[in-house]
């Protein structure tokens, strides 16, 4: 069994200085620590796994083609792989776990 705490997750991305921070990583599946700070813009582009994203802290809208809905903390998203999506407007910073299935390439 693998099993990890929130807290020291944290701390080890905020040592890694970037907004994605891999830390676990099997074939059918991989997870990260995804923040980004009030204000900011996500860059990220569509991927060729499908992602389920569990906000932990933070508010922002998050868009999915063209349907934006807002989230914070307990927000629970599910994205199909190849479909465009980013959070934006983000009012406080954000941090978000994210599972990929199959593991992110």
């Known amino acids: 069994m693998d099993a990890w705490d ?3 997750l944290l701390e080890r991305h905020a040592a890694a200085g970037s907004p994605s921070m891999e830390f676990f990583r099997a074939p059918s599946l991989s997870m990260t620590i995804y923040r980004l700070p009030a204000g900011a813009t996500d ?3 569509p991927h060729n796994e499908d992602e389920v994203y569990y906000v ?3 508010r922002a809208q998050f ?3 063209d349907e934006s809905r807002p ?3 307990g927000t629970v998203l599910f994205v199909a792989k ?3 999506h980013r959070f934006h407007a983000i009012e406080e910073d954000l941090t978000t776990l994210v ?3 199959p ?3």
Do not use: C, M, N, S
């Open 63 to 65: 868009l999915v083609e």
């Open 82 to 84: 190849h479909v465009e």
């Open 56 to 58: 932990v802290e933070g």
């Open 99 to 101: 599972v990929f299935a």
């Open 43 to 45: 860059e990220q582009q």
């Open 103 to 105: 593991a992110k390439t």
């Open 71 to 73: 989230v914070g903390p």
């Open 6 to 8: 929130i807290g020291p």
